[in-house]
């Protein structure tokens, strides 16, 4: 069974730069699209961006157009998210999924990212402060 682990959080000065990583245990990324997610707190979970298993990417959050970016690298099985010029807005838990239904559809990003990218890692924490 596929199962994502998120890696590279922690805390940064606003205006620095972070990079996040996804892996899989369980099986290969290759054949998905993968997505990046966050919740800050006492905030609704919102979809960042999507990689399909072509590179096609896509940003569904204006707020990280230009700053963030997505990017995989097959040889090493890995989906990142390059976080630049972070600000205090960006604290919260990211997360990565996969997906993985229909199989079909496993190669391309969905319009829906929270609907249709599952499971969920159990995230990373991104601290923004001073």
């Known amino acids: 069974q596929l199962q994502l682990v998120e890696s590279g959080g922690g805390l940064v000065q606003p205006g620095g730069s972070l990079r996040l990583a996804c892996s899989a245990s369980?099986?290969?990324?290759?054949?998905?699209?993968i997505g990046w997610a966050r919740q800050a707190p006492g905030k609704e979970r919102e979809g960042l961006s999507c990689i399909g298993s072509n590179g096609d990417r896509l940003y569904y959050a204006d707020s990280v157009k230009g700053r963030f970016t997505i990017s995989r690298d097959n040889a090493k099985d890995t989906v990142y998210l390059q976080m630049n010029s972070l600000e205090a807005g960006d604290t919260a838990i990211y997360y990565c999924?996969?997906?993985?239904?229909?199989?079909?559809?496993?190669?391309?990003?969905?319009?829906?990212?929270?609907?249709?990218?599952?499971?969920w890692g159990q995230g990373t924490q991104v601290t923004v402060s001073p």
């Open positions: 369980g099986s290969s990324l290759l054949p998905y699209a």
């Open positions: 999924a996969a997906r993985t239904s229909p199989m079909s559809d496993r190669p391309w990003c969905p319009s829906n990212p929270l609907n249709d990218l599952h499971p």
